[in-house]
């Protein structure tokens, strides 16, 4: 997948990891100290040397319930660790962003991937802003705002209903005049979505492949996972979220979004050596790039 500046972004041959680094004071999982960008900068070079093959950088939680951030105040987050982390690393840069402004001033710093939860749905001008820079685009299914998504979680076949959904976020980003094989699909794992519409998505993930767009999945330390864990912390869901991983990857995954990236990396490496030596079980379709 062409990225700007001339690089590329390898999917298919191993599972990339994605690994979180989120600047926001609120994050449902982790923080880093919302003032001090050397230690976002830090905890980048970490990632990565931990084996992410992607960072992603958000300044805004968009966990259920959470409140909006005004885009400057986002801005003031996110920009000096994307470009400070841009001089200094070797792997793209991904933006967690659904503002039009805040992903031209991220690309702008250095970022090549606009990782979009609202999948075009929120700002009608972000299109633009990807198809102009040539920055690919994450197109993630959810409904509603954060506030009241769990409203919107009804279903009658949710995975169904999420390919149609998310292939409407598709044709949106062609209108916009950005390139097909500059998109990868995100189910939203979480977002308006109980945890039995989670575990029925992730149990029939292959049937996304009818979009024949990447994918990538995010699953790390979310809340559904407590509905087999019990009442534990997202930081005591690691081991949870390996499984949910192993599952994602079988099932068709091309980048997984981790907070544990050391520990996800071998996850993945032993799903991707699973995969290959399947004989019964549905691996990852050919897809387009």
Same mark, same amino acid.
């Given at each position: 997948?062409?990225?700007?500046?001339?690089?590329?972004?390898?999917?298919?041959?191993?599972?990339?990891?994605?690994?979180?680094?989120?600047?926001?004071?609120?994050?449902?999982?982790?923080?880093?100290? $919302?003032?001090?960008?050397?230690?976002?900068?830090?905890?980048?070079?970490?990632?990565?040397?931990?084996?992410?093959? *992607?960072?992603?950088?958000?300044?805004?939680?968009?966990?259920?319930?959470?409140?909006?951030?005004?885009?400057?105040?986002?801005?003031?987050?996110?920009?000096?660790?994307?470009?400070?982390?841009?001089?200094?690393?070797?792997?793209?840069?991904?933006?967690?962003?659904?503002?039009?402004?805040?992903?031209?001033?991220?690309?702008?710093?250095?970022?090549?991937?606009?990782?979009? *939860?609202?999948?075009?749905?929120?700002?009608?001008?972000?299109?633009?802003?990807?198809?102009?820079?040539?920055?690919?685009?994450?197109?993630?299914?959810?409904?509603?705002?954060?506030?009241?998504?769990?409203?919107?979680?009804?279903? !009658?076949?949710?995975?169904?209903?999420?390919?149609?959904?998310?292939?409407?976020?598709? !044709?949106?980003?062609?209108?916009?005049?950005?390139?097909?094989?500059?998109?990868?699909?995100?189910?939203?794992?979480?977002?308006?979505?109980?945890?039995?519409?989670?575990?029925?998505? $992730?149990?029939?993930?292959?049937?996304?492949?009818?979009?024949?767009?990447?994918?990538?999945?995010? /699953?790390?330390?979310?809340?559904?996972?407590?509905?087999?864990?019990?009442?534990?912390?997202?930081?005591?869901?690691?081991?949870?979220?390996?499984?949910?991983?192993?599952?994602?990857?079988?099932?068709?995954?091309?980048? /997984?979004?981790?907070?544990?990236?050391?520990?996800?990396?071998?996850?993945?490496?032993?799903?991707?050596?699973?995969?290959?030596?399947?004989?019964?079980?549905?691996?990852?379709?050919?897809?387009?790039?």
């Amino acid at each position: 997948m062409p990225l700007p500046g001339g690089r590329t972004l390898d999917l298919g041959e191993r599972t990339l990891v994605m690994g979180i680094l989120n600047v926001s004071p609120d994050s449902f999982a982790e923080r880093v100290p $919302l003032a001090d960008s050397a230690a976002a900068l830090d905890a980048a070079l970490a990632l990565e040397a931990a084996g992410a093959d *992607i960072i992603d950088i958000g300044g805004e939680s968009t966990r259920p319930g959470a409140q909006p951030v005004p885009e400057d105040e986002e801005r003031r987050r996110v920009l000096p660790v994307v470009a400070a982390a841009a001089a200094r690393l070797a792997v793209p840069i991904s933006v967690d962003t659904y503002k039009a402004g805040v992903a031209r001033a991220a690309i702008d710093a250095g970022a090549s991937i606009v990782n979009d *939860i609202s999948g075009l749905r929120y700002d009608a001008a972000l299109g633009d802003v990807v198809a102009s820079t040539g920055a690919a685009l994450v197109l993630m299914h959810t409904r509603g705002r954060s506030r009241e998504m769990y409203r919107e979680a009804v279903y !009658e076949a949710v995975t169904s209903e999420v390919v149609s959904e998310l292939g409407w976020s598709l !044709e949106r980003a062609r209108q916009a005049g950005i390139a097909t094989g500059r998109t990868i699909l995100d189910p939203g794992f979480g977002f308006a979505k109980r945890p039995e519409h989670s575990y029925r998505l $992730l149990a029939s993930l292959g049937a996304l492949a009818v979009l024949d767009r990447p994918l990538l999945v995010g /699953v790390s330390r979310k809340s559904f996972l407590a509905g087999a864990l019990g009442d534990r912390p997202p930081s005591e869901r690691d081991w949870g979220t390996a499984a949910a991983v192993t599952a994602a990857i079988l099932g068709g995954a091309h980048v /997984v979004r981790v907070h544990a990236v050391a520990e996800m990396v071998q996850v993945a490496r032993v799903a991707d050596q699973l995969r290959r030596h399947a004989t019964d079980v549905g691996g990852r379709g050919s897809v387009d790039l």
